[in-house]
């Protein structure tokens, strides 16, 4: 039994515990009355001798009583707050999971996952509401069921989701709201009880968890308190990664556009960022950067040349302009939220390890290891590409004068690193 049904059940037990202690209290109190005061002598001289043995008796047995009720309610009380706080201990570490997932299919996966553990469910499908229908996103214990749509008027999940509340069967055969038909298109219909959650936030009904036993165990008030505070937690969740990669998808739309813009205005460059960015990555992956330090790195590297879009295209290889362009590429990219923490790379990719660079005359650790990456990477495209050079080098001649230049105008051992892994195939 779960939920308020133990509840329920405590609170009749301790009534009755409350009663065996107020009468074994109001008795002695009297039989102590007729013993020490002689008005209250007087007044109970009505009661025989056996009659105060039978209640005597009756206190001793009452008391046992109360004291094992006592001993069985108190097991009973701690094992359902060591149950709760085993669960709310439960809750915390979830949400802190959830909370640090961006991606949206591990993410599903997780609060399913979670949701059946935490109602000791055996299987779960987690839907999500698009057009009105719910569309299969994670199953686990029902088989491989993603992209099914469940739709109709009849259904657990469906009054879940129309209600926007839990939604409870723990008979399906004797439940109007149950739909062999829904449960059988998801895999559920050998389900004993079911418990449906719906995903809500203030723009609407996101989803439906829908958990399961195939046994008779029912599901309580207990397993809705929780997996309902789950639910309002997961459903911000959602929300947030489907942003994170809605804006994920902007932001690789938009790189591409500055690509294509960059080698259109810059044909004799055409290709050198994204080979910038394949070189970078592959001296990011060797000294072990952590992924997300790696993707700005990549996405630096890719933009290192923007700036040059602000300069008139026949100034642009004038020392005078071409050095402009780290500081208009940064000013460009500095107030655009998603690219603002790679502008800094930017800026410093044309400083020399020796100082003698631009446009900071930054030298050795004050430069930015990112900048300090694209420096090696841009300078070996340069050397190695025939659209860059007039004169192309071979990679062997373009080995050797960065070789040359470490400690110069090149991380030594950024340098070394690169040296290494170069002759090995990229990715």
């Known amino acids: 039994m779960k939920g308020s049904a133990v509840t329920e059940q405590i609170r009749r037990r301790l009534c009755i515990l409350y009663f065996i202690v107020t009468f074994v209290l109001v008795s002695l109190l009297l039989l102590n009355m007729r013993h020490l005061y002689k008005p209250a002598n007087e007044f109970l001289d009505f009661l025989p001798e056996l009659s105060i043995t039978v209640i005597i008796i009756s206190n001793l047995f009452?008391?046992?009583?109360?004291?094992?009720?006592?001993?069985?309610?108190?097991k009973q009380v701690l094992r359902r707050i060591d149950?709760?706080?085993?669960?709310?201990?439960?809750?915390?570490?979830?949400?802190?999971s959830i909370r640090e997932e961006v991606h949206s299919d591990l993410l599903l996966e997780k609060i399913l996952d979670y949701c059946i553990?935490?109602?000791r469910s055996e299987a779960g499908v987690l839907m999500l509401n698009e057009g009105g229908s719910l569309v299969i996103k994670a199953t686990k214990g029902v088989g491989e069921m993603k992209g099914r749509t469940v739709s109709g008027k009849r259904g657990a999940c469906l009054w879940s989701l129309r209600l926007g509340e839990p939604v409870i069967i723990n008979d399906v055969t004797a439940d109007d709201r149950y739909n062999p038909d829904?449960?059988?298109?998801?895999?559920t219909e050998s389900s004993g009880s079911i418990l449906c959650i719906p995903l809500k936030t203030k723009k609407g009904h996101l989803g439906v968890i829908e958990v399961m036993n195939r046994s008779r165990e029912a599901y309580g008030e207990a397993d809705i308190e929780i997996i309902k505070y789950l639910a309002d937690q997961a459903a911000i969740s959602i929300e947030r990664a489907s942003f994170y990669e809605d804006q994920k998808n902007f932001e690789i739309h938009i790189t591409d556009i500055l690509l294509d813009t960059i080698d259109r205005f810059l044909p004799e460059k055409q290709g050198h960022s994204r080979r910038v960015a394949k070189y970078a990555n592959?001296?990011?992956r060797a000294l072990d950067l952590p992924d997300e330090r790696r993707r700005r790195l990549y996405m630096a590297s890719l933009l290192h040349d923007i700036g040059f879009l602000s300069i008139p295209y026949e100034r642009s290889f004038e020392r005078e302009y071409y050095t402009l362009h780290p500081i208009t590429g940064y000013e460009m990219l500095r107030p655009i939220s998603f690219y603002s923490d790679i502008a800094p790379h930017i800026l410093y990719h044309h400083e020399r390890y020796d100082g003698g660079g631009y446009p900071e005359n930054r030298k050795a650790e004050e430069i930015p290891l990112e900048s300090r990456i694209i420096a090696i990477a841009e300078a070996f495209d340069s050397m190695v590409s025939k659209i860059?050079?007039?004169?192309?080098?071979?990679?062997?001649?373009?080995?050797d004068e960065l070789i040359v230049n470490r400690g110069k105008q090149f991380d030594p051992e950024l340098v070394d690193i690169f040296v290494k892994n170069i002759r090995e195939p990229l990715e």
């Open 117 to 119: 553990s935490l109602t």
């Open 388 to 399: 860059t050079y007039k004169s192309r080098r071979s990679m062997d001649e373009a080995i």
């Open 282 to 284: 592959m001296i990011a």
């Open 182 to 187: 829904v449960d059988l298109m998801i895999g």
């Open 83 to 96: 149950d709760y706080s085993n669960r709310l201990n439960s809750i915390l570490t979830v949400m802190k």
């Open 62 to 74: 009452l008391a046992i009583a109360g004291f094992y009720l006592s001993a069985v309610l108190s």
